[in-house]
């Protein structure tokens, strides 16, 4: 066991399924050895026993074929055509019987089998001679020796025949079953090996792969997953993870885990301890060394002479950044370091000094300020960096609030006088340039305010002599639009009258649409009922035919008994000749009786193929006479619709008729309200003419468009009452074409 634990796991894996393998290929050659001997048998089975017994089988059909086609040979003695066909049939089934015993024979190999085969072909040579004897009979005209022939001698000979088929049959069956059995027991035995085969595999296997896991599992100290679960933790940065190991456990994988996690993590707690301070401010914290080896100590010294310098360096900084805050430019950093905290010191002195200088200018610049004069200026002598850009932008500063100042009072200085002429032209930028914006935009609106009421005023002016024109046309076409009105209400009376009679007329073709529907469906009724008589004759018409084929079946089995008779009567020799003599009658009897059901059948299938179609077209007159009254139905529906429509715009009308005459009240109404238009439109005119005074004062530096003189307007005619509707014209209305106004547009053009 230590030799196996030692082992590599790749050279246990190739061991365990080398093995496993090994037990597969013997288990399927013995399963291979034992279905040969069984396919072996069955070939045997299916190649040479079964064939063997089918021959037989066909050797026993054909004999008794040719005993039938004798017998039929000897009852069709009179018809010689009939006779040798079935001495055909006879011939044709010894010579397949010849070719199958040629087949059969070389496949016997037992000495049994062959005593019995020798009998066969004994007894066929027998077989075939009385064959001959009858075919030569029957040959000669002697039926009746033939027939006495054929019912002894060749009877006897046939069933020696057949006795020694059978023996040979019975044989075959026993060696196919005894074979059988024989390849079902060797089946068994390759099954058990099998499967005792399979067994041992299944076992060595499943102790191979136990030993195999148990040395993985031993060398991890646990299982696969929860050792990679641990080392994706600890590559992902998770060290709080807890490992758990076994007992005993010293040299596993997860022990080695283990003690490198508890490491990890003492080293990280110290440098978070580190920074939290550093992130608190105090830089006094170090890592402890004493218990670090390798990297974790190298890290640890890195760190310590990290925060030492920063501490340091920081004090100083903090220092000169205090004295900076409280307003003291006297202090600076004495000490010398080096690298970034050198540059840093560097920097933060020459910071003080460049403040100091900067701070006394602009104390110069904010006195002049204070006093209005905006003219005082930063000297850029000797200034670079910082201090440089810090006075040319307190220069442009004091440049720019001058220079915006002294426009915008230029520019309030003009709008106080009137003039709305004057803008601020020079860009400024940030709220100099919004001030010059909003100042510009002030100037703009109340110069467009200013010029739109000035355009106002004048459209008023000219709208209101266009209002008071327009108002004596709307009066005269009020006028027209009234005698209009008139003439269509007598029209729509007219009209009321003509759809009223349209109305009567089609309440009447409804009731006659009605009774035509009514009518056609009666005719209907008697072509269904003609249809259903019709499919009750064709109904009778086949049962009769059927009652035919009894009858012809029944004289076909009659002519069947009489040959049967014929036959045996043949048979019992003297003592049976009168009976054949009746016989014959009755099948002749049954002859004429077959003819004669034939013919009748023949007839009576006409007929049925007559009334089916006689069937046909009453079915199809039937459907037709159904769609007639569908269609009379419909168009009954239609005139019943129109009736309704009719009645609908006869209500429709009146209304129409109502709606003018309230029309012409209306009309009438509108001739008032345009006296009182004109009225408004020559007061709204005069107050136009004083805005535009009012306006004229300010200066926008556009020539102001005069006022236009308001337009004289005739005076309106008197509007007349206009009596009842007149009588309407014998003709067809004409439509009264509106007065044209003579005005400068055409907006009152039509009412």
Do not use: C
Request: proline share 2%; no cysteine; glycine share 6%.
């Amino acid at each position: 066991m230590s030799s196996f634990s030692d082992m590599k796991v790749a050279t246990k894996l190739s061991l365990g399924f080398g093995l496993i393998v090994t037990l597969m290929v013997v288990s399927g050659g013995m399963a291979y050895l034992g279905l040969t001997s069984v396919t072996t048998k069955m070939n045997d089975v299916v190649r040479d026993k079964v064939p063997k017994i089918v021959w037989i089988a066909d050797v026993n059909y054909n004999v008794l074929d040719i005993a039938r086609s004798l017998r039929n040979a000897v009852l069709e003695a009179d018809n010689a055509e009939t006779m040798e066909a079935q001495i055909k049939l006879a011939l044709d089934a010894r010579r397949k019987i010849r070719e199958t015993l040629d087949k059969l024979e070389p496949r016997i190999v037992l000495p049994e089998g062959k005593a019995i085969f020798k009998r066969i072909v004994d007894a066929r040579a027998a077989f075939v001679d009385g064959q001959e004897t009858v075919i030569r009979l029957l040959r000669e005209k002697k039926p009746d020796e033939a027939r006495v022939f054929l019912l002894n001698e060749l009877r006897k000979r046939q069933a020696t025949y057949a006795d020694a088929t059978r023996d040979l049959q019975a044989l075959q069956e026993k060696l196919l079953n005894d074979q059988g059995e024989e390849a079902a027991r060797e089946a068994d035995r390759s099954i058990t090996v099998i499967i005792v085969a399979l067994l041992i595999s299944v076992v060595l296997a499943i102790l191979i792969a136990w030993l195999i896991v148990r040395d993985l599992v031993a060398r991890l100290g646990g299982e696969p997953g929860y050792a990679a679960d641990n080392v994706k933790a600890i590559a992902a940065g998770d060290l709080s993870r807890s490992i758990e190991t076994r007992p005993g456990d010293t040299t596993s994988l997860l022990v080695a885990m283990k003690t490198m996690q508890v490491g990890l993590s003492t080293l990280v707690n110290e440098i978070k301890q580190m920074v939290a301070a550093a992130a608190r401010g105090d830089f006094s914290s170090r890592i402890n060394l004493s218990d670090k080896q390798g990297f974790g100590r190298e890290i640890g010294e890195s760190l310590n002479l990290l925060a030492e310098t920063t501490n340091t360096g920081l004090n100083d900084v903090m220092r000169v950044s205090k004295a900076l805050a409280d307003g003291d430019l006297s202090q600076k950093i004495e000490k010398d370091y080096p690298g970034v905290f050198g540059q840093t010191g560097t920097a933060v002195n020459a910071t003080v000094a460049a403040l100091t200088r900067i701070v006394a200018d602009i104390e110069s610049m904010v006195q002049g300020a204070n006093r209005g004069d905006f003219s005082t200026r930063v000297d850029l002598t000797g200034k670079q960096g910082f201090p440089r850009d810090l006075s040319v932008l307190l220069n442009q500063l004091s440049e720019t609030t001058e220079t915006g100042l002294r426009d915008v009072m230029r520019v309030a200085s003009s709008l106080a006088q009137g003039d709305l002429t004057k803008t601020i032209e020079k860009d400024y930028p940030g709220l100099f340039g919004e001030t010059r914006a909003g100042i510009n935009a002030t100037v703009a609106n109340l110069k467009e305010l200013i010029m739109q009421i000035m355009d106002a005023v004048e459209s008023i002016n000219t709208a209101s002599s266009e209002i008071a024109t327009g108002n004596l046309d709307l009066s005269s076409r009020t006028e027209e639009q009234a005698s209009s009105l008139e003439e269509t209400a007598s029209s729509m009376e007219e009209l009321t009258a003509t759809v009223k009679g349209n109305t009567q007329s089609a309440t009447d073709a409804n009731e006659k649409a009605r009774i035509a529907a009514t009518v056609a469906e009666r005719g209907g009724e008697t072509v269904r009922g003609s249809v259903t008589i019709m499919a009750e004759i064709a109904t009778s018409s086949k049962k009769i035919a059927d009652i035919i084929g009894v009858i012809d079946g029944i004289a076909f089995q009659t002519n069947i008994l009489a040959l049967n008779a014929a036959v045996e009567a043949a048979r019992a020799g003297e003592q049976g000749r009168g009976f054949a003599v009746v016989a014959t009658e009755v099948r002749n009897l049954a002859h004429r009786s077959a003819e004669a059901a034939k013919e009748i059948k023949g007839l009576i299938s006409d007929s049925v193929a007559r009334v089916e179609a006689g069937n046909a077209q009453a079915i199809q007159a039937g459907t037709q006479m159904t769609e007639i009254v569908d269609a009379i139905a419909s168009v009954s529906g239609l005139i019943n619709d129109i009736a309704s429509a009719s009645v609908q715009q006869t209500a429709g009308i009146e209304q129409v008729t109502q709606a003018v005459s309230q029309m012409d009240e209306v009309t009438q109404q509108n001739a008032a309200l345009v006296e009182e238009s004109a009225a408004a439109a020559e007061s709204l005119q005069e107050q136009a003419e004083q805005l535009a005074k009012s306006v004229s004062a300010f200066k926008t530096g556009v020539t102001n468009t005069a006022v236009r003189a308001p337009v004289a307007r005739p005076a309106a005619r008197p509007m007349k009452k206009l009596g009842g509707p007149t009588p309407r014209p014998s003709g067809p209305l004409k439509v009264i074409p509106a007065a044209h106004a003579d005005t400068e547009n055409e907006s009152w053009e039509e009412f």
